[in-house]
């Protein structure tokens, strides 16, 4: 078996890194976040791919207890909270929070902001029905941390979903600065972890599909589904900038992002 679904070492410094690199990145992120919370119909990924086509969230969220683990400027808590939704934002940066209290005054909506990490959540256990991450705690936070974390958060019968970079997206990235997907793998499978780059202090986490699947049984969990993320032929990037990572073409022809839905045990 390659790859273990047990706890690391409690902290490899990446959370005051990511902690300072998206107070720094939270400028950026500003019209990203005004866009989403002014968008009744939730849109998701780099390709803004439509709720109705995709179906990230359950049928129903109405009266659902909701946590979003890495909420950013915390559009996902407003679509939940618009559709009926108690939700939590919980995230690091002290900046990304406020603009989301400033979008919350904004638009009329109020729902709890936590400044925290999705590892230790200062919440009490089984408080929740939903677990939510779209490119936060799945990306920023370490998974055999989050993960256990989520679980104890949620209530038996739970779920969790979270929204991510795709794994061939990341096995056909290199590690060199301002690296692009590519046709051909450029890194190598097993053991994939911990994510760091020459040109960004910031540390991410991606692990491969059968480690995926390990760690969520280990903590309870049973996978329902798992989907492979592909724009339409006309679809447009939700900021430029994310041209830097991956095309449209390449998008078309590979997944560059997967959605990944699991329910707590019980």
């Not at 618009?82 to 209290?101: N, W």
């Not at 997907?181 to 190598?188: I, M, N, T």
């Not at 972890?193 to 969990?221: A, K, M, Q, T, Y």
Request: proline share 6%.
């Amino acid at each position: 078996m390659t790859g273990a679904a047990t706890r690391p070492p409690a902290d490899g410094g990446h959370i005051e890194r990511n902690r300072a690199a998206w107070d720094e990145y939270a400028r950026d992120f500003v019209g990203l976040g005004e866009f989403a919370w002014a968008d009744e119909e939730p849109t998701w990924g780099i390709w803004s791919v439509p709720e109705a086509e995709l179906h990230v969230l359950p049928d129903n969220v109405e009266g659902l207890d909701a946590i979003e683990l890495g909420c950013g400027t915390a559009y996902v808590s407003a679509w939940l909270a618009r559709r009926g939704a108690r939700p939590v934002g919980v995230d690091l940066s002290t900046e990304q929070l406020a603009t989301a209290r400033r979008l919350q005054a904004e638009h009329g909506l109020s729902f709890p902001l936590v400044e925290g990490n999705a590892e230790q959540v200062p919440l009490p256990d089984a408080s929740f029905d939903l677990a939510i991450s779209e490119y936060g705690a799945c990306l920023w936070a370490d998974p055999y941390l989050w993960v256990p974390e989520a679980a104890r958060l949620l209530r038996p019968g739970g779920r969790l979903v979270f929204l991510t970079n795709s794994i061939l997206l990341m096995l056909c990235t290199g590690e060199e600065a301002d690296a692009r997907a590519g046709e051909r793998l450029a890194r190598d499978y097993f053991c994939m972890h911990r994510f760091e780059w020459p040109d960004d202090d910031s540390v991410e986490f991606h692990l491969g599909w059968g480690d995926w699947v390990r760690l969520l049984r280990i903590n309870g969990f049973s996978v329902e589904d798992y989907m492979e993320v592909r724009p339409g032929p006309d679809a447009r990037m939700r900021a430029a900038f994310l041209e830097e990572i991956v095309s449209l073409d390449w998008a078309r022809r590979w997944p560059c992002e997967e959605v990944w839905k699991a329910r707590k045990d019980g």
